[in-house]
């Protein structure tokens, strides 16, 4: 990553993030899995339609604050609050960008401590490949 993208960035994005199966539900969507492709101490960013989906049959705009079950396995999540940002993809599956609200939550807490766990075992893990 050059530097002039580390200065655009206010918190580090963890790379090692694909190497688990997270993803969010967005209880007001209903329960379909949206795969997740950033996180930060800051926020995150995640798919918000799914394979064949309109994007106009789930609205959603810049400002917006959302409930988001970010799930850590199949079964365990974290509930937090998302501001969104930004939305990218208009006329495909989009994208959307935001910022952690209520930082004070436990899920909030919870999802910190699983980031300096990650930060933590970045340089000794390895990825196995199929």
Do not use: C, W
Not at 33 to 50: A, E, N, P
Not at 54 to 83: I, R
């Amino acid at each position: 990553m050059t530097n002039e993208k580390l200065e655009r960035r206010r918190a580090q994005r963890q790379s090692i993030i694909e190497s688990f199966s997270l993803f969010v539900v967005l209880p007001k969507k209903g329960v379909h899995r949206l795969k997740v492709y950033d996180v930060s101490t800051l926020g995150m960013g995640f798919d918000v339609d799914i394979e064949g989906e309109a994007t106009d049959e789930f609205q959603m705009s810049p400002g917006e604050v959302l409930d988001v079950h970010l799930y850590l396995n199949q079964s365990l999540y974290l509930p937090l609050k998302v501001k969104i940002i930004r939305i990218s993809g208009q006329d495909a599956a989009r994208r959307a960008g935001g910022e952690f609200e209520e930082k004070n939550s436990q899920g909030y807490e919870g999802l910190q401590a699983f980031l300096q766990m990650l930060q933590a075992i970045a340089p000794a893990a390895r990825v196995e490949a199929n």
